[in-house]
């Protein structure tokens, strides 16, 4: 036995007992999942919990740099510069046990690019998609599409077999209230299995030990106990108590407590997230208003003269404690297109928001219905409330509207709501994927999520046009002559780009992943 | 000389009232007295809020967010402003709040009660009087909605009331709402005490004479009974509103009782208790205190004024 195999025994026998103990971790955020499947909805704590149990093609690491998940190389074809070619990873299962090869990716990219799926804007540009082999596959677009893999990085594969044995191929209607199999079960190839799922009370994944990344990752964790703990009091004191290991998101007003407490610990970074309100800018008289004939927010210098009336210092110094950057614009510094200029262009001047107000017809103001979601965001519910404040003030009487994000997000799918908060994250770390969903027309491969009416065709064009621009001076060229349309529109108010506050017991240790996703194949235990 | 010093022997409406066995009950009973007073300073500041109050914490317009969690008598950091007991998160001064929040709490309270009192007397005297088929129905549909808590009972009218009124209104109506909520789930005990002393009254003697003479079952319930049945349904009145203003606050903590722009004294406490842990005591602690010293002087009121109106417990 030579020194070195000496050395790697003992270190072996020394890890063993480490590697025999579970290691569990609690884990709590504000808001639950809210399906399993896969494909049904794009919202971020969604998919973190599917991130643990399903994996794409390729994935962003803590750090959000692209790295390799089930496809272990891609390029843009040599002979046609419209096809990106992914080679997958061999030898991957399923957790049920199936092999995971060309059959299910082509399965499960078809699958997300049907109506029902939160996922088509992504695709959009996607013309066909081939299986040439085993572990080969073809994204054909109309043009060429340089950011295609940025595309992917949420877009998780599903067994197709399984899908079909389990009446999971169609997409759940998450909107419809529809309740499928896949909505409640899931079967991937990710790092841990789902081994029970109570929605909004608790779900238990354990290790996967088949998992392809076995060595390759540090897979510290061996289960995951998720409970969502709404109420922001409860969430810390369960943190405090050692009832919970990880929380994802620390209430502003109790980083301090938390971090001084012995054993546990804040870590916090910018978030590529930001925070607006939406308005239903279409001319047509609106129920919720009270004003007859006409929609008040219909007139753009209304639409200004509500950001104007806006303080995002005020939010950020007093509703958020510091932690927030106001924003200008509705995409994260992280972002392609993001310029400072107009990240820093709101300004508060409620003098002139309210002298606008009389230019536009409306010096006694008017009346309207701010929904807002309450478990979803950083302070979401206090930030509608500050607003409301800020509104009075140039005569806008706002009747607050807080639901839990289950209820709230349906509104804006389905058209139900004429002013609204909403935040964005960007996984692309594009602009094109901000205006695919937020400022293109909504229709049927576009603009899911734009609930503000707003629709120019010439615009829709520009944007559809970014998907095959390779020319990257003149892609950004194009986006930069968006967003002016987006600023000088008001399509939007912006108020701040969050910061994210990640609370762990000192077992734990990880980076804060700027898209608020925690891979905890990742996570060190100590 | 005055009519008044040559007739000594007949005292004033006031003095009478003030010797009567009730008033010399509460002349030496210090709980009452104490109690009363402090219903008596609540009321007081909840009706005289506007007059009192520094802000008008209902007047989003009003509100400068930049005073959010000032302590109590320290000056706010960035604008210098002091407040007596501090501001909550959006800068609303808790003080002017709390009264304000009381008015809410009280009116609520007392238009409940009124409404179950209304709807439980009447009920209990149909039952009492009639008797019959229409007896049987009215009970058994009171002891089936005391077999659910009275606290579920006013969510689900709650919630069935929200998903009908339009968005637009459910500010305004929020309150209405709370009122027909919390009295729909408290009429029962206002139906059965005035049903068993109905059905002891309705064969005395008074009423017998009055219904020889012809007169109408209505007029012999309002005119002849009620009042011979009244005494026993102020107690529980007192003691319904004790109960209605905490059913107020608990339903508005759960957060769907008064909106977060009108705070009640429930609402207050709500948006306390996430700051329970980050050192802003005082959001929680006055609108607590404030709920706490109303429920219980209500209530030992209450447990006072049963004893006093009870002959079997005079000493």
């Known amino acids: 036995m030579t020194f070195k195999s000496t050395l790697l025994a003992t270190a072996a026998l020394v890890a063993m007992p480490l590697m025999a103990q579970a290691d569990t971790l609690r884990w709590a955020r504000a808001g639950d999942a809210l399906t399993m499947d896969p494909h049904a909805q794009n919202e971020g704590p969604t998919s973190a919990l599917a991130h643990q149990i399903m994996e794409p093609l390729v994935m962003r690491d803590m750090t959000g740099a692209m790295v390799p998940a089930l496809a272990t190389e891609w390029g843009p074809s040599a002979d046609n510069p419209n096809i990106w070619v992914f080679k997958l990873r061999e030898g991957v299962t399923f957790h049920d046990g199936a092999e995971f090869d060309s059959e299910d990716v082509l399965f499960s990219l078809n699958r997300a690019m049907t109506e029902d799926s939160d996922y088509k804007e992504l695709l959009a540009s996607v013309k066909e998609v081939r299986a040439t082999d085993k572990y080969t596959i073809e994204i054909e677009t109309n043009g060429p599409n340089p950011i295609m893999p940025n595309n992917l990085t949420n877009m998780f594969m599903m067994d197709k077999g399984w899908a079909e044995a389990n009446n999971a191929v169609k997409v759940q209607d998450y909107e419809g209230g529809e309740d499928t199999f896949a909505a409640k079960n899931a079967n991937g190839t990710g790092a841990y299995k789902l081994v029970s799922r109570e929605p909004d009370v608790k779900t238990v994944l354990a290790a996967n030990e088949n998992y392809w990344g076995n060595g390759e990752f540090p897979l510290e964790v061996t289960e995951i106990v998720f409970t969502p703990i709404q109420n922001a009091a409860t969430r810390v004191a369960a943190m405090l108590s050692g009832e919970v290991d990880f929380i994802q998101d620390v209430p502003v007003q109790d980083i301090g407590r938390v971090d001084g ?13 930001v925070i607006f309100f939406g308005l239903n800018q279409a001319a047509e008289d609106i129920a919720g208003d009270d004003v007859d004939g006409i929609n008040p927010m219909s007139d753009v210098r209304v639409r200004k003269a509500m950001s104007m009336a806006i303080d995002r210092d005020a939010i950020k110094k007093v509703v958020m404690r510091g932690q927030s950057a106001p924003a200008g614009m509705i995409a994260p510094p992280f972002v392609n297109g993001w310029n400072e200029a107009m990240d820093s262009s709101s300004k508060t001047d409620v003098d002139g928001a309210k002298a606008l107000m009389t230019e536009a017809g409306y010096a006694d103001g008017f009346a309207i219905t701010l929904n807002c979601p309450n478990d979803r965001y950083i302070n979401d519910e206090k930030i509608c409330q500050a607003a409301v404040g800020m509104l009075a003030k140039i005569g806008v009487k706002v009747n607050l509207d807080a639901k839990p994000k289950a209820q709230h997000f349906p509104l804006l799918s389905n058209l139900e709501t004429d002013f609204y908060m909403l935040g964005w994250g960007v996984p692309t770390y594009d602009s094109e994927y901000i205006f695919n969903f937020l400022t293109h027309t909504k229709g049927e491969k576009y603009g899911s999520w734009n609930a503000t009416r707003f629709s120019d065709t010439d615009l829709d064009v520009k944007i559809e046009a970014l998907a095959s621009e390779t020319d990257l001076a003149k892609r950004n060229q194009m986006i930069n002559e968006i967003w002016t349309v987006v600023q000088d529109q008001q399509l939007y108010i912006p108020i701040h780009h969050q910061v994210l506050n990640w609370g762990m017991a000192s077992n734990v240790d990880t980076i804060v992943a700027p898209d608020d996703t925690a891979h905890f194949k990742y996570f060190k235990m100590k | 000389m005055s009519d008044q010093a040559t007739q000594p022997a007949t005292p004033s409406r006031l003095a009478k009232a003030w010797d009567s066995d009730f008033m010399y009950n509460f002349r030496h009973s210090p709980v009452a007295m104490v109690s009363f007073f402090v219903v008596a300073l609540l009321v007081l500041g909840a009706i005289f809020a506007p007059l009192i109050a520094p802000y008008d914490p209902f007047d989003p317009a009003s509100l ?21 007991l501090g501001t909550d998160d959006q800068g609303r001064d808790v003080f002017s709040t709390i009264l304000y929040g009381m008015r809410i709490s009280l009116f609520v309270g007392f238009a409940a009660v009124a ?21 049987t129905i009215i009970m058994r549909a009171a002891d089936v909605q005391l077999t659910f808590p009275a606290i579920l009972v006013a969510m689900l009218i709650f919630g069935v009331a929200k998903g009908i009124t339009p968005i637009e209104h459910q500010d305004t109506m929020a309150i209405w709402v709370l009122i027909i909520a919390i009295g729909l789930s408290d ?24 219904r020889m003479i012809g007169r109408g079952k209505g007029i012999i319930m309002l005119r002849h009974i009620l009042p011979n049945v009244l005494s026993p349904v102020l107690v529980i009145a007192t003691i319904s509103l004790a109960l209605a203003i905490i059913a107020e606050a608990t339903l508005s ?32 602690l006055f609108p607590s205190i404030t709920l706490l010293a109303l429920a219980l002087s209500v209530n030992l009121l209450g447990d006072w004024l049963r004893d006093a109106l009870n002959p079997r417990l005079q000493k």
Do not use: C, H
Not at chain 2, 75 to 84: K, Y
Not at chain 2, 120 to 135: D, F, P
Not at chain 2, 198 to 206: A, N, R, W
Not at chain 2, 253 to 281: C, H, K, M, N
């Open chain 1, 261 to 273: 407490t012995d054993g546990l610990e804040v870590r916090t970074a910018p978030q590529n997230r």
């Open chain 2, 64 to 84: 400068d967010l930049m005073n959010g969690y000032t302590a109590p008598m320290a000056p706010n950091d960035f604008t210098g402003d002091v407040f007596w």
């Open chain 2, 115 to 135: 409404f179950a009192m209304v709807l439980g007397i009447t009920l209990g005297l149909i039952a009492g009087y009639v008797g019959g088929w229409t007896e």
């Open chain 2, 187 to 210: 009429w029962v005990q206002f139906a059965r005490v005035v049903r068993g002393a109905t059905l002891v009254e309705k064969d005395k003697e008074y009423v017998q004479a009055a």
């Open chain 2, 253 to 284: 903590f759960l957060g769907v009782g008064a909106p977060p722009t009108q705070p009640s004294l429930g609402t207050l406490i709500r948006i306390g208790q996430d700051f329970l842990f980050s050192g802003e005591w005082w959001i929680i």
